[in-house]
């Protein structure tokens, strides 16, 4: 008797401890520190349940969405260790592992999330991207994010999403419009290796980009036209790109395109302060 006392004793108090191993927000969001001046943001593609944390239902909110993009994770990850092999450097990283169904954080806090059990989630990922996008600003002077996301309306493109120019705003100063869509630009790269680009670079006056991807809420927060000063432009990879036997040529790809962007326009960005 004095036994059974004494495990339902052990176990009372199991139940009252906090759960010592009880996941936190921030182990729901991926974080690579960087030494180059390039960002890589994944914001649609995980699949981790958080435990506890109600689904958003939209009510009110204009193009609710809560579905995965598809292999932009992996997509991510490999264009990163792509990038680190050809540049002998790491980019920074930053890649949400919970659901969209809880919070998107490519939306404004108004229309991320409904649940305060959600906003940690949601402040995980952008202070992790904010502190990214300052060391980069405070290190490099100048810097490149790119906002990684999956499209399934045309899918063998990738679709330019810079809000029409404006997330790109030093970058267009600096260096003129052959930085966004020249044979040295990162989606001009793309054009000349054979993807489809829209819109595409022909014609050099062009900054109208497909009206549902001119790019959301983080490019437009952490653009080179805010006090964070980082050319940021939003990917939106057509579903044929991330097929599960491709997206690893994809990252292939764009790292190339990273790297003779990185060559044109990166490479001398200011060193370290001392």
């Not at 904010?130 to 490149?144: E, P, S, Y």
């Not at 309306?153 to 003129?176: F, M, P, S, W, Y």
């Not at 952490?222 to 006090?227: I, L, N, R």
Request: some cysteine; aromatic content about 8%; overall charge positive.
């Amino acid at each position: 008797m004095t036994r059974v006392f004494a495990l339902l004793a052990l176990l009372f108090c199991a139940a009252l401890a906090p759960a010592a191993d009880a996941p936190k927000p921030e182990d729901f969001v991926t974080v690579q520190k960087g030494t180059l001046p390039i960002i890589l943001s994944a914001p649609h593609g995980g699949s981790k349940i958080a435990p506890d944390v109600p689904e958003r239902v939209g009510k009110g909110v204009t193009n609710f969405q809560t579905v995965l993009d598809t292999n932009t994770a992996p997509l991510t990850e490999k264009l990163a260790a792509e990038i680190e092999k050809e540049l002998k450097g790491k980019p920074w990283v930053v890649i949400a592992r919970f659901e969209r169904k809880i919070a998107d954080v490519n939306r404004a806090p108004k229309d991320a999330y409904e649940s305060d059990k959600a906003k940690p989630f949601y402040d995980a990922y952008h202070e992790a991207l904010a502190t990214a996008c300052k060391a980069v600003k405070d290190k490099h002077g100048r810097g490149l994010l790119l906002d990684i996301h999956g499209q399934a309306v045309h899918l063998d493109a990738i679709c330019r999403g810079t809000q029409n120019l404006k997330t790109v705003t030093l970058l267009k100063e600096r260096e003129g419009f052959p930085a966004i869509n020249g044979k040295y630009s990162l989606l001009g790269r793309m054009e000349r290796n054979g993807y489809k680009v829209m819109p595409a670079g022909d014609d050099p006056n062009d900054a109208k980009e497909v009206p549902k991807f001119t790019g959301g809420h983080i490019v437009g927060t952490y653009g080179s036209h805010t006090a964070y000063g980082i050319d940021a432009i939003q990917l939106e990879f057509g579903s044929n790109f991330r097929a599960r036997e491709k997206y690893a040529t994809t990252a292939k790809d764009l790292a190339d395109a990273v790297l003779v962007f990185y060559d044109a326009y990166l490479k001398d960005a200011k060193k370290e302060k001392p």
